[in-house]
């Protein structure tokens, strides 16, 4: 599952692509997430993360394979820190300990 701006960003190179770069295979003991499982973690639709990712406010997924991505746990989960939490709101799902 790949969105289409995503996957032309991810196959072409140069300076305006760094964001999407295929990168290096994750560390071990790193986990790697599908879009569902982002979707799943952030609330988020499919096309407002495509949409994130393009604008480079959201971490860039690993390319796996020629229509599939993955994104780094350990990204997203900082991403996720990084957002600003609703007014009176205390532990949310995602936090890890």
């Not at 860039?60 to 989960?77: D, M, N, W």
């Amino acid at each position: 599952m790949t969105c289409k701006k995503l996957n032309r960003n991810i196959t072409t190179s140069g300076p305006a692509d760094d964001a999407a770069e295929i990168v290096e295979p994750p560390i071990a003991g790193q986990r790697l997430l599908s879009m569902r499982e982002v979707q799943q973690l952030t609330t988020y639709s499919r096309s407002s993360l495509c949409r994130l990712i393009a604008a480079r406010s959201f971490p860039a997924p690993l390319k796996l394979g020629a229509t599939k991505i993955a994104f780094r746990e350990f990204e997203v989960l900082s991403w996720l820190r990084s957002r600003p939490r609703a007014h009176g709101s205390s532990n949310m799902p995602w936090e890890v300990r």
